[in-house]
């Protein structure tokens, strides 16, 4: 019995699938990247921390003078900086805003903060503290 015309296709198709598969198989054979030596395969860092494939010039050494390395992060300096600002919104409840002059940011207080008792309008001297809602002004003193 003879094989019908779609059968004969089927087959070419797969013989010639065989075929790329053994071309693919030959050719990662030949580019294979393993079996490289060990030199082929380091990496430098130059001095600007870049990493290249040549060495490094062994006759130029830079000295690394031992205090000048920090270990960690770098240290916080925390400045206490007195700010001024005007007093633009006072409640009867204790709480207000100052208006920085500098940045004229609004900056939360509350009348516990506060040296001597304060009201709209006044301008203050304050410290800025970090509170879990953003800044607030701490040690407030009218200035006259």
């Known amino acids: 019995m003879a094989d019908s015309f779609s059968k ?6 797969k013989v010639q699938k065989a075929k790329e598969k053994a071309l ?12 490289k030596s060990l030199d082929d395969m380091l990496m430098y ?13 062994r006759d130029a050494k830079t000295e ?4 000048d390395i920090q270990l960690g ?12 600002g005007i007093v633009t919104f006072f409640s009867e409840k204790g709480y207000g805003f100052i208006t920085e002059d500098k940045t004229k940011e609004n900056i939360f207080f509350h009348s516990n903060n506060c040296t001597e008792p304060v009201k709209k309008g006044n301008k ?21």
């Open 45 to 57: 860092v130059d001095e600007n921390g870049q990493l290249t494939s040549t060495p490094p010039n």
């Open 124 to 144: 203050v001297s304050y410290e800025k503290e970090k509170s879990p809602k953003g800044f607030s002004a701490i040690d407030i003193k009218i200035v006259k």
């Open 73 to 84: 992060a770098a240290p916080i300096v925390e400045e206490e900086t007195i700010n001024m």
């Open 8 to 13: 004969k296709e089927n087959f070419k198709k």
């Open 64 to 67: 690394i003078d031992l205090n």
């Open 24 to 35: 693919k198989r030959e050719e990662r054979k030949t580019s294979n990247n393993k079996g």
